[in-house]
C-alpha cells in the first residue's frame, strides 16, 4: 500500500497512512518469512525504543527520520495516525497531539517563537479564547478579536506585527462562518500565517488548505475518534510548520499523544465518512423541526436557507455538519429546563459524539466567559448547542418534541 493515491474520504479513511514503512517490527518480521503484516495498525505502546550501539543511537538522534527514540519524539502509532489526518485534509504532513488544546497551544506556540499579534475570530471555543486573552498575553502576545465573518475587519485589525490570523468555521457555539479564501488571500498579501479550528466540519465537510489556509486543527476527540472515548488533538499543514512544531513546542511543553489513544482514534477514523454523512442528514432534519417550534426563537444550523451564511456554506463546504445552536424565548430559565428534561439527548459538554450531546453554554462550556464578552458576540442565556448523534432521528425528534413541550 505503499504511495498510494485515493480518490475517495471513505477509501482514505480506510487505507491511508497504514504503509508497511510505518510499522518497523511489524515489517521486520514480514521480511523474515515470520508473519504477514497485521491488517489493523498495531499498537507501540512503550515509552522508548532500544538500540543495538551507541552509534546507532546517535545516528537516530541525529536524523530522527532514520528510527524511533522516545515516544515523547515520535511513536509509529502516532505516526501512522498523522499520516491518515495529512490525507484526509490534503496536507503534507500532520501532528498528533495529546488534546485538542494542545494541537491549538502547539501550533500557537510554533506560530508565534519570537512573539507578535495575532488577528482572532471573535466568537472561538472558550478555552481557545482564554488562551488567547489571559495566558499569552503574559508571553507578550497581543490578540485582538474581530467579527472575522467580514473580512474587511480582519485587515483593518491587521498591524505590522500580525503573525497570525486564527479563525473558526463553523464557530463555536454560534455556527458563524468565515470566507477562508478571502481570509487567505488577505493573510497572504500580509505575510500571515492562517490558521483555523476545523473541527465542525471536519475534513469531509471542509477542506481549508486547497482553500489557502496555512494551519488546520482538529480536537480528535470529537468526530475524529467519534466513540467519546479519546481526548486527543491534531495539526495539519506545511511539512516545515509541522517539523518545527514536532521539535520544540510539542516536545518541550508535552502535549505528546499516548499510543493507546492514538490506536483509538485510528480505530474510530476509517468510519468518518459514513458517520459524518448520517451526522448531517439527521441534523438538518433536527433544525428544521426546531425552527417551525413556537419554543424557539431562532435557529443557526448551515445548512438552513435560514443561516444568514447558507450562501456561503454552500460554497466552501462538502456538508454542513451535525452541530445546530438555537435561541429559546423563555432564556436561561427555559435553557436549563430544556437540557434537564431530555432523555435521550444527553447533557454533555463535549460533540461529534455517535451519541446526540446538548450543552447549554452559560451554564457549562462558556461559564467562564466574562458575561459581557458572552453577550457581545452573541453568547445568550437563552443559547442551547446541540451535537446530533447517530440515532433514529425520529427518536431524536420525539425526545425535543417531549422535552420542548415542558416549555409552553
Not at 543511537?57 to 495529512?86: F, H, M, V
Not at 509541522?242 to 468510519?271: C, E, M, Y
Not at 438555537?326 to 432523555?343: D, F, P, S, Y
Not at 433514529?392 to 420525539?398: G, H, P, Q, Y
Amino acid at each position: 500500500m505503499e504511495n498510494k493515491k485515493y480518490k475517495g474520504k471513505a477509501t482514505e479513511a480506510i487505507h491511508a497512512g497504514e504503509t508497511l514503512s510505518t510499522f518497523p517490527t511489524a515489517t521486520q518480521e514480514h521480511q523474515a518469512g515470520k508473519t504477514g503484516v497485521p491488517l489493523l495498525p498495531p499498537i507501540y505502546q512503550n515509552s522508548t525504543f532500544q538500540f543495538q550501539s551507541a552509534s546507532e543511537c546517535a545516528s537516530a538522534c541525529i536524523d530522527e527520520e532514520s528510527g524511533y527514540i522516545y515516544t515523547r519524539w515520535g511513536n509509529p502509532t502516532q505516526k501512522a495516525l498523522e499520516q491518515k489526518i495529512a490525507a484526509l485534509e490534503g496536507a503534507e504532513a500532520a501532528l498528533a497531539t495529546a488534546s485538542g488544546m494542545g494541537a491549538i497551544s502547539t501550533a500557537l506556540l510554533t506560530a508565534l517563537a519570537d512573539g507578535g499579534h495575532v488577528v482572532a475570530m471573535e466568537n472561538l471555543y472558550s478555552a481557545t479564547f482564554q488562551l488567547l486573552n489571559e495566558d499569552l498575553t503574559q508571553m507578550g502576545v497581543e490578540t485582538t478579536f474581530v467579527d472575522a465573518t467580514d473580512p474587511n475587519k480582519i485587515e483593518s485589525a491587521i498591524r505590522p506585527d500580525t503573525k497570525i490570523i486564527y479563525l473558526e468555521s463553523p464557530t463555536n457555539p454560534l455556527l458563524k462562518l468565515v470566507d477562508l479564501a478571502a481570509c487567505a488571500e488577505i493573510a497572504k498579501e500580509h505575510n500571515i500565517t492562517t490558521i483555523i479550528d476545523n473541527t465542525f466540519a471536519t475534513p469531509c465537510g471542509q477542506q481549508p488548505i486547497p482553500l489557502g489556509i496555512d494551519i488546520v486543527l482538529h480536537s480528535m476527540t470529537k468526530y475524529l475518534s467519534g466513540n467519546g472515548a479519546v481526548i486527543a488533538g491534531v495539526i495539519v499543514g506545511e511539512k516545515g510548520f509541522i517539523d518545527k512544531a514536532q521539535k520544540g513546542a510539542l516536545r518541550n511543553f508535552g502535549a505528546v499523544i499516548s499510543p493507546f489513544n492514538a490506536w483509538l482514534t485510528l480505530l474510530g477514523i476509517p468510519t468518518l465518512p459514513l458517520r459524518f454523512e448520517k451526522h448531517c442528514e439527521n441534523a438538518l432534519r433536527v433544525a428544521a423541526y426546531l425552527e417551525e417550534h413556537p419554543a424557539v426563537a431562532w435557529v443557526r444550523y448551515p445548512g438552513l436557507p435560514s443561516h444568514p451564511q447558507h450562501a456561503l456554506a454552500e460554497g466552501q463546504m462538502n456538508g454542513f455538519g451535525g452541530m445546530i445552536s438555537i435561541e429559546l424565548k423563555g432564556g436561561r430559565a427555559t435553557g436549563e429546563q430544556l437540557v434537564n428534561r431530555l432523555q435521550i439527548c444527553t447533557l454533555a459538554v463535549s460533540l461529534g459524539d455517535v451519541r446526540t450531546l446538548v450543552c447549554h453554554p452559560a451554564s457549562t462550556t462558556h461559564l467562564l466567559v466574562p458575561i459581557e464578552v458572552r453577550q457581545q458576540t452573541g453568547i445568550t442565556d437563552g443559547l442551547v448547542r446541540f451535537s446530533i448523534g447517530l440515532e433514529n432521528v425520529e427518536d431524536i425528534i420525539a425526545d425535543l418534541e417531549q422535552a420542548l413541550g415542558t416549555l409552553l
